[in-house]
């Protein structure tokens, strides 16, 4: 330091601090060899804080005003230099500014995914994110714990540590409270709530107090979130055949449109034949596709005496053959009783499917 800053240091009467920047927590006020005047103006605005040290020691602290420094306002640092008679000379003494306003938009997040128990999932990885904002809550538990001699102290210089604090206990509450995955968005705002009470204690021993905390995602990851994707896709969709057959109509359309010349139209057509052709088959279907064939055995009465057991083509001759009719009746092994052949779906359905008797020429 020159010798006019020197000068000037020793002539200058008034500290304060105008903060220039968005993320200063504490600023030390500096003046030659920490000299400061009997009688200077001390101005301590809003959302500040003044302590004086002396010698690694707190001393006074100072809120929001303006005083002028003599033994009457520094009752504690009169007392550490033996002020018993007053002075009227320059005394040396540190002084830090701590900015007590909220610091805002401050990031959270898990650097490593967070394994879960999920009732309807199983095991799960979750990544998560937010913002919170802080302010200094005791300054001079601040400046022991966490400031130390820096005379310029940022929010980047701790952020890490906090963000670590928040995480660790945000699993927890994560793991307690098994919120389905899908029911967490739900729960962003009690989430948020939880951790700031859970964090206070851990903050509080820093001389700092969490003011808002939010979640803003949680998320799985990427191949999870793709697979669920799907699943809410098919559930979107519903019938399948009939959205097949409605992508297939829109293709038919579009290529019927495109000015392509022949191979559009031909395309657009041949499209046109299969969506009828699997259209009629959906219509006949019911009428040319047979009834299933009876997987069981069953046993049929005939003149009051049990007959068989019969399995599937059999009971189409036993019905071709005038044997078994529709009013005969007939058990199969599960049946509670003798039920009639009408009231059996899978018999009644051979009546259906086989033909009348040729008449007699």
Same mark, same amino acid.
């Given at each position: 330091?020159?010798?006019?800053?020197?000068?000037?240091?020793?002539?200058?009467?008034?500290?304060?601090?105008?903060?220039?920047?968005?993320?200063?927590?504490?600023?030390?006020?500096?003046?030659?060899?920490?000299?400061?005047? /009997?009688?200077?103006?001390?101005?301590?605005?809003?959302?500040?804080?003044?302590?004086?040290? #002396?010698?690694?020691?707190?001393?006074?602290?100072?809120?929001?005003? =303006?005083?002028?420094?003599? @033994?009457?306002?520094?009752?504690?640092?009169?007392?550490?230099?033996?002020?018993?008679?007053?002075?009227?000379?320059?005394?040396?003494?540190?002084?830090?500014?701590?900015?007590?306003?909220?610091?805002? #938009?401050?990031?959270?997040?898990?650097?490593?995914?967070?394994?879960?128990?999920?009732?309807?999932?199983?095991?799960?990885?979750?990544?998560?994110?937010?913002?919170?904002?802080?302010?200094? &809550?005791?300054?001079?538990?601040?400046?022991?714990?966490?400031?130390?001699?820096?005379?310029?102290?940022?929010?980047?210089?701790? @952020?890490?540590?906090?963000?670590?604090?928040?995480?660790?206990?945000?699993? #927890?509450?994560? $793991?307690?409270?098994?919120?389905?995955?899908?029911?967490?968005?739900?729960?962003?705002?009690?989430?948020?709530?939880?951790?700031?009470?859970?964090?206070?204690?851990?903050? #509080?021993?820093?001389?700092?107090?969490? =003011?808002?905390?939010? !979640?803003?995602?949680?998320?799985?990851?990427?191949?999870?979130?793709?697979?669920?994707?799907?699943?809410?896709?098919?559930?979107?969709? $519903?019938?399948?055949?009939? /959205?097949?057959?409605?992508?297939?109509?829109?293709?038919?359309?579009?290529? %019927?449109?495109?000015?392509?010349?022949?191979?559009?139209?031909?395309?657009?057509?041949?499209?046109?034949?299969?969506?009828?052709?699997?259209?009629?088959?959906?219509?006949?279907?019911?009428?040319?596709?047979?009834?299933?064939?009876?997987?069981?055995?069953?046993?049929? %009465?005939?003149?009051?005496?049990?007959?068989?057991?019969?399995?599937?083509?059999? &009971?189409?001759?036993?019905?071709?053959? $005038?044997?078994?009719?529709?009013?005969?009746? !007939?058990?199969?092994?599960?049946?509670?009783?003798?039920?009639?052949?009408?009231?059996?779906?899978?018999?009644?359905? &051979?009546?259906?499917?086989?033909?009348?008797?040729?008449?007699?020429?």
């Amino acid at each position: 330091m020159g010798l006019f800053d020197k000068l000037r240091g020793e002539l200058i009467d008034i500290i304060e601090w105008i903060d220039p920047t968005n993320d200063t927590m504490v600023h030390r006020f500096e003046r030659y060899n920490n000299e400061i005047k /009997y009688g200077a103006k001390l101005i301590v605005r809003e959302s500040q804080v003044a302590v004086f040290i #002396d010698r690694g020691k707190l001393a006074d602290v100072f809120e929001p005003g =303006t005083y002028t420094l003599e @033994t009457g306002n520094l009752p504690i640092l009169s007392t550490l230099l033996g002020w018993v008679h007053g002075f009227n000379s320059p005394f040396k003494a540190e002084v830090y500014f701590v900015s007590t306003r909220q610091f805002t #938009d401050l990031k959270w997040g898990t650097k490593n995914p967070i394994m879960l128990r999920d009732p309807e999932f199983g095991p799960v990885r979750l990544r998560a994110y937010g913002t919170y904002a802080v302010r200094v &809550l005791f300054a001079p538990t601040f400046i022991k714990e966490i400031v130390g001699t820096d005379g310029a102290f940022t929010t980047d210089q701790i @952020t890490d540590q906090l963000r670590n604090l928040i995480v660790a206990r945000f699993a #927890d509450i994560l $793991g307690e409270s098994k919120i389905p995955i899908l029911d967490l968005a739900g729960n962003y705002d009690e989430l948020g709530k939880f951790i700031s009470d859970r964090i206070f204690d851990d903050f #509080d021993s820093y001389g700092l107090q969490v =003011t808002k905390l939010l !979640v803003e995602n949680i998320s799985l990851p990427p191949e999870v979130e793709a697979a669920l994707d799907k699943r809410t896709s098919m559930g979107v969709i $519903g019938n399948l055949h009939a /959205y097949t057959q409605f992508q297939a109509a829109n293709a038919m359309e579009k290529a %019927a449109e495109n000015p392509g010349g022949a191979a559009g139209g031909g395309l657009g057509l041949g499209m046109g034949f299969a969506m009828a052709g699997q259209m009629g088959q959906a219509a006949a279907g019911a009428a040319q596709v047979p009834p299933p064939v009876p997987q069981g055995n069953y046993f049929v %009465a005939v003149d009051g005496q049990q007959t068989g057991p019969y399995d599937g083509p059999t &009971l189409k001759q036993q019905i071709q053959s $005038g044997r078994l009719t529709r009013d005969s009746l !007939v058990w199969a092994e599960g049946m509670a009783q003798w039920t009639v052949a009408a009231e059996v779906p899978d018999v009644a359905k &051979l009546f259906g499917a086989t033909p009348p008797p040729i008449p007699p020429k």
